[in-house]
């Protein structure tokens, strides 16, 4: 099975009330699509990085109560496990889809990225596509356009990096449902893979 893309009933996943009954149409639905998407992109996404990078979908395990809000697959250096790593991620709020680099809360490289983020700065802020956004928390759907960031913005998000232990950052695209709805899936294929090579200078930077 090729990776065909997203439709509109893939993010209704999200409005489905209770944890049981939207894990069993996220499992059914969405689960088999980041899958296929994460094993297709595996050997570009290896590439790009210049090491074997293993694909992790979000298996929400840990809840037990709240229904999830969003769902990824995640591609990082280590077989095992992706979290306490910088890595790269396509998933989806109901919303939007997001197509990200990120370094979240449990990975030790964020003090790593915050010293290379502070002296690339300035060349980040240029290269980086005016459109993309920043975010410092995983669970919340918004984010700040690269274009609106500030000085001050990137400074304090480079602080809480280093001295805050739940701090986290991610970096990418947001696509609103409707337009990812209308792409097939190698259009969107092709277009995660130009947003990965965009971000590969800020996942350089972790290391």
């Known amino acids: 099975m090729s990776f065909t893309g997203f439709q509109t009933e893939d993010f209704d996943v999200f409005t489905v009330p209770g944890l049981e009954a939207r894990m069993e149409v996220l499992i059914e639905r969405v689960r088999p699509k980041l899958e296929t998407l994460g094993t297709e992109l595996a050997p570009f996404v290896s590439a790009l990085c210049g090491e074997e990078m293993f694909v992790h979908v979000a ?4 809840r037990t109560v709240n229904p999830p809000i969003d769902t990824w697959v995640a591609w990082a250096a280590n077989k095992r496990g992706y979290k306490a790593l910088p890595h790269f991620e396509v998933g989806m709020f109901e919303s939007h889809l997001f197509v990200i680099f990120a370094i979240i809360y449990e990975s030790p490289n964020k003090i790593v990225f915050a010293d290379h983020l502070e002296q690339k700065l300035g060349s980040v802020r240029k290269t980086l596509p005016k459109h993309f956004y920043w975010s410092t928390d995983h669970m ?14 990137f400074a304090e998000l480079i602080t809480k990096l280093k001295q805050v232990k739940k701090a986290e950052v991610m970096c990418g695209l947001r696509i609103p449902r409707e337009e990812a709805a209308k792409m097939s899936g190698d259009e969107l294929t092709s277009h995660i893979q130009t947003t990965f090579e965009a971000l590969l200078p800020l996942y350089r930077l972790a290391f």
């Open 59 to 62: 298996k929400h395990a840990r």
């Open 140 to 153: 919340k759907p918004e984010g700040t356009p690269h274009k609106a960031m500030k000085d001050e913005q």
